[in-house]
């Protein structure tokens, strides 16, 4: 019994010190992961970068829905919490485990360094967004560029915040330059060879994205320029009072003349300068079919202008022209054509007078002439022999309309000549003529339009027919005596007329 105390107590000397050791490493390094862990989680926590990547990764609405600051804690913890097991074992002198804890700490120790460089820069990258996107959110803030570009102009809808928007884009855009050498520090050759090759195209085609926007930003300055100068010699010019003066201003709208020929002049100015930007871009596959299209449209737009100009002339003319035929015809007193055609009884009145459709049909012909011309110059000749048609068939409808409107004039002058007779037949007489004359006059004025030619024929003759065969049978079945005694007194005269042998 005495042997195996005293065997305890040599143990015991030899062991004891290390095994106190031990619990006292234990201890102390349970209390600094304790400690590292807390202090882990509140820098985190002023940080908000756990918000952050969850809006980033679910959305704007996700606030907390991804606890950074918890894994990120709690990792650090048990991560220090593993170095002291090892230190444990290793000062109570237990190699069949401190070496399997060793075989696996030593990796993550060697690769320490690296993920406190990577935290570094993370960390770095961070300061440097957060003090990027504050300085560019005031700076646009106080330029006031949601209002200037339109986002609060209306109040029922919520207003765009552009600033804001453009201020967290270059705080990803930071953390997205830095992220080549944040892999880089953690020795991620797979991820980082595909990034670099990323950023190092990205980075090539970069001079070709800013000449094109610098071009195009030019280009649409000078266009703008270029607009307000036009529209202001123009207006200066007395341009808008002629297109009043002309009556151009009712089919512009709430557009002025000069304001439209101004972006005419823009978008002149402009085609050219998108060409220039996008052939800056050395894409041909994209910017080839885009510059090709422009290209045809700069090779046109001499023709288009031209076009515009011969049709808008025309417009003018055809308004004078107009003006002149409506005045003419009221004049001589045209507007009671339809009284004198018995088709009124009151001359209309205001602007929907008969000399006022002619001086509108009038200016219909003459813009349609000028579009037949215009439809050349841009290369249509289809469309122009269309209009052609149309031309030639709107003649012969007012050809026939013009025969027709005859018809009612000779019927009622024929009609007001039997009525002033004596007879006492003279109203069904006059109105059996307004209805002959009448038939006659429209089976005119449908053949002059070349409708249904076969039809009129065909209606006149069984028409001509019919009332040839009534007149047979009226004549014939209800006036049989009196048919009978004609022809005896014709047999009769003629009877005594021939001379006697």
């Given amino acids: ?267 002149v100015v402009l085609v050219p300068v998108l060409i220039s930007g996008l052939s800056a871009l050395q894409l041909e596959a994209i910017t080839k079919p885009a510059s090709d299209m422009l290209g045809k449209i700069m090779a046109e737009l001499p023709n288009i202008i031209g076009a515009v100009v011969v049709v808008l002339i025309a417009v003018v003319i055809g308004k004078v022209a107009s003006g002149i035929v409506t005045n003419l015809l009221a004049g001589v007193g045209f507007n009671n054509v339809l009284v004198t055609l018995g088709l009124a009884k009151q001359a209309p009145q205001g602007k929907q007078t008969p000399a006022a459709w002619v001086g509108m049909v009038v200016l219909a012909i003459i813009v349609m002439l000028a579009s037949i011309t215009a439809c050349d110059m841009l290369g249509f000749p289809a469309v122009g022999v269309l209009i052609k048609d149309f031309i030639q068939f709107a003649g012969h409808i007012l050809m026939g309309a013009a025969i027709f409107g005859l018809g009612l004039l000779l019927a009622q002058i024929v009609v007001k000549g039997i009525r002033s007779s004596d007879s006492p037949s003279a109203p069904r007489l006059a109105m059996v003529a307004r209805i002959v004359i009448l038939a006659l006059a429209g089976a005119m004025a449908l053949r002059q339009t070349g409708l249904a030619d076969d039809i009129v024929n065909l209606a006149f003759g069984l028409t001509l027919g019919a009332a040839a065969v009534a007149f047979a049978l009226a004549f014939g079945l209800g006036g049989r005596e009196i048919a009978a005694r004609t022809l005896e007194d014709w047999r009769a005269s003629n009877g005594k007329d021939q001379p006697k042998r």
Avoid: C
């Fill in 1 to 267: 019994m005495t042997e195996m105390i005293e065997q305890l107590r040599q143990q015991l000397a030899v062991f004891g010190p290390n095994l106190l050791a031990g619990l006292a490493v234990l201890v102390l390094g349970w209390l600094v992961a304790l400690a590292a862990s807390i202090l882990v989680r509140k820098l985190l926590n002023r940080t908000t970068i756990d918000n952050k990547l969850a809006q980033w990764m679910r959305g704007p609405d996700a606030k907390a829905a991804v606890p950074i600051e918890q894994w990120v804690s709690k990792g650090v913890f048990y991560l220090i919490m593993l170095i002291v097991l090892m230190a444990f074992f290793s000062t109570i002198r237990l190699a069949k485990v401190s070496e399997p804890l060793n075989a696996l700490i030593a990796p993550v120790l060697t690769y320490l360094p690296r993920l406190l460089g990577a935290a570094a820069l993370t960390f770095v990258a961070w300061v440097v967004a957060t003090v990027l996107k504050k300085v560019i959110g005031s700076v646009l803030s106080t330029a006031k560029l949601d209002e200037k570009l339109g986002g609060a102009a209306n109040a029922d809808t919520k207003p765009i915040a552009l600033s804001a928007t453009f201020a967290d884009v270059v705080y990803w855009l930071v953390f997205l330059l830095f992220l080549p050498l944040i892999l880089q520090a953690l020795d991620l050759k797979a991820l980082l060879e595909p990034v670099t090759t990323l950023f190092n195209k990205v980075f090539a085609f970069l001079p070709n994205l800013m000449s094109a926007a610098a071009i195009m930003l030019v280009g649409w300055f000078i266009a703008r320029i270029a607009q307000r100068i036009v529209q202001s010699l123009l207006a200066s010019a007395g341009v808008d009072r002629l297109s009043e003066k002309w009556g151009l201003a009712a089919s512009l709208g709430k557009q002025r003349l000069s304001g439209v020929l101004g972006l005419v002049v823009y978008f």
